[in-house]
C-alpha cells in the first residue's frame, strides 16, 4: 500500500501550507502520553501538545473511558430545544473554576466560533440596547482564529493580508508593559472619544501566534477597567492560556480586573473532541430577555454541547484538578526557569521567557514567520524526534503535562542543538 503522504497528496489540502514548496506531511499512525509515532516507526515528542491542546497526553485513558461511556449513553441530540446531562454537568464543573463573574455557557465547536459568538454577542448586546456600535479594539499582533470576525480581530498580515478590504472596523493598541502603560492608556482613551467602541478582544497575558510575547498583568487590568468604565464589553480569548497553562487554570485569574466575555477551547477537550465555548455574565445574558423574539441570541451550531465533548471536558477539567497534573506542572515550570537560566546569555539568544508551562526563545537570527530558514529548524528539530514549530525566530514549548523529565530534557537539548548551528 502507499505511504499516507503519497496517497495524501492527491485530495488533502492542509492548513498554513504553500502546497508547491512544502516537503510532504508525516503519517502520524499512532500517539499516546507525550509521544507520536509516524508509519515508519519513528517516535516524536509532542513539544507543544499539539497546539497546545493535548494537555494531558494523547490517547488519555480518563478522558476515552469518559467518552466511551456516553456514547453508549447520549450520542448526539441538537441543543435547540433540548438539554442533556453532560451538558448541564459541565456548566456547573465550569462554573468552579471560571472567574466568579462568568454565568453562562454558549456552546460552539472551535475557537475561531466561540471568538466569533462572542464579537456577534458584542455587538447584538449594545444593538439592543439600541446603541450601535461598529468599533473593536484589539493588541496589535494578535491571534484570534481564521473565521472573518475572529480574522478581523487578529492582527498578523500574513494570515490577513488578501481579506483586508472584507473585515470589521477594528483599532489596535500596543500590549501593555512595565514603560509604556501611560501611553497606551491615553491611546486608549482617544480611541474612545472618537469611536462607537463595542469590545475590547484581547489574548491574556501571552499572545500566542505572535511569537509566545507576554505583557503585565496590572497592565491588562487598567485596559479592561478603562474600557468598562465606558460601557464596552471585554473579551478574554484563552483559547490558548486556558486550563493551567500559564500557571493559573485561566490567565484571568491573574488579573484584578474580569472580562464580561471569555473564549474556550483547544484544552478544553484536550483534542479528544471539538467543542468551544463563550462564557459570559449574567448581565450580557439578561441583555438578550425580551418579549421581542427577534432580541435573543440567533446563533447556532449543529454540534453545539455535543454529549461526547462535552464528557471529555468534564474528565478534562477533573484532571486539571488532580494533584498528579498540579505536581508535573510546578516540575515543568521547575525544568523551564532553570533552562532558560542555562541558555539566558547565548551568543544566539536574543530573548528567553518562561510563564506556567509555557518556553519561548527569541533565536538572534532574521527568519520569516514561513520561510526557508524556519523550514530548516522546523526540519531539524524533527530529525530529532521533536515535534516543535517555530513562529518565525521564536522556538517555543508548550508540552503535555505528563511529559517526562526525560523527554523534556530531549526537547531542550534539541534546541541548544540549533541553538549552535543556526
Known amino acids: 500500500m502507499m505511504e499516507l503522504s503519497e496517497r495524501d497528496k492527491n485530495h488533502l489540502w492542509h492548513p498554513l501550507t504553500q502546497h508547491q514548496t512544502a516537503k510532504p506531511p508525516i503519517g502520524v499512525v499512532k500517539a499516546k502520553g507525550a509521544l507520536l509515532w509516524d508509519e515508519d ?28 461511556e456516553q456514547m453508549r449513553q447520549l450520542d448526539f441530540v441538537m ?62 499582533e494578535g491571534f484570534h482564529g481564521d473565521t472573518f470576525g475572529a480574522m478581523s480581530a487578529s492582527g498578523i498580515a500574513s494570515y490577513n493580508a488578501p481579506f483586508e478590504d472584507f473585515l470589521l472596523k477594528v483599532i489596535r493598541i500596543p500590549t501593555p508593559q512595565k514603560d509604556n502603560l501611560e501611553a497606551v492608556i491615553l491611546q486608549l482613551e482617544n480611541i474612545i472619544a472618537e469611536n462607537n467602541v463595542a469590545a475590547f478582544i484581547f489574548e491574556p497575558l501571552v499572545q500566542g501566534a505572535a511569537g509566545m510575547k507576554f505583557h503585565t498583568a496590572e497592565g491588562l487590568a487598567a485596559i479592561i477597567k478603562k474600557c468598562q468604565e465606558n460601557g464596552i464589553l471585554c473579551i478574554a480569548d484563552e483559547i490558548m492560556t486556558g486550563f493551567g497553562k500559564t500557571g493559573a487554570n485561566f490567565a484571568c485569574d491573574q488579573l484584578e480586573q474580569k472580562p464580561d466575555i471569555m473564549c474556550l477551547s483547544k484544552a478544553l477537550t484536550a483534542g ?22 427577534h432580541k435573543g441570541f440567533f446563533h447556532a451550531h449543529t454540534f453545539s454541547a455535543h454529549p461526547l465533548g462535552c464528557a471529555a471536558a468534564i474528565a478534562g477539567i477533573e484532571l486539571l484538578q488532580s494533584a498528579e497534573i498540579s505536581e508535573q506542572q510546578k516540575n515543568i515550570e521547575k525544568s523551564h526557569a532553570a533552562f532558560a537560566q542555562k541558555i539566558r546569555n547565548h551568543s544566539k539568544v536574543a530573548e528567553v521567557r518562561h510563564k506556567g508551562v509555557i518556553l519561548a526563545i527569541d533565536f538572534n537570527v532574521k527568519m520569516e514567520r514561513y520561510g526557508t530558514l524556519r523550514d530548516q529548524l522546523y526540519q531539524f528539530f524533527m530529525e530529532r524526534g521533536v515535534a516543535l514549530r517555530p513562529l518565525g525566530n521564536t522556538v517555543y514549548i508548550l508540552p503535555p503535562y505528563v511529559i517526562s523529565e526525560e523527554q523534556l530534557q530531549k526537547v531542550y537539548d534539541s534546541i541548544e542543538g540549533a541553538l549552535a548551528i543556526v
Open 79 to 140: 441543543f435547540s430545544g433540548f438539554t442533556h446531562e453532560p451538558a448541564v454537568k459541565l456548566s456547573e464543573r465550569l462554573m468552579e473554576i471560571l472567574p466568579a463573574n462568568q454565568q453562562k455557557i454558549f456552546f460552539n465547536d472551535n475557537g475561531s466560533t466561540a471568538v466569533e459568538a462572542a464579537l456577534k454577542m458584542a455587538f447584538q448586546y449594545h444593538h439592543n440596547a439600541g446603541d450601535k456600535r461598529d468599533t473593536l479594539i484589539a493588541f496589535k
Open 41 to 68: 516507526g519513528n517516535e516524536y515528542i509532542d513539544g507543544i501538545a499539539s497546539w497546545y491542546t493535548t494537555m494531558y497526553g494523547h490517547a488519555n485513558e480518563h478522558i476515552i473511558a469518559a467518552v466511551s
Open 272 to 293: 479528544m473532541f471539538p467543542l468551544s465555548i463563550t462564557s459570559c455574565t449574567q448581565a450580557i445574558f439578561d441583555r438578550f430577555l425580551s418579549e421581542d423574539v
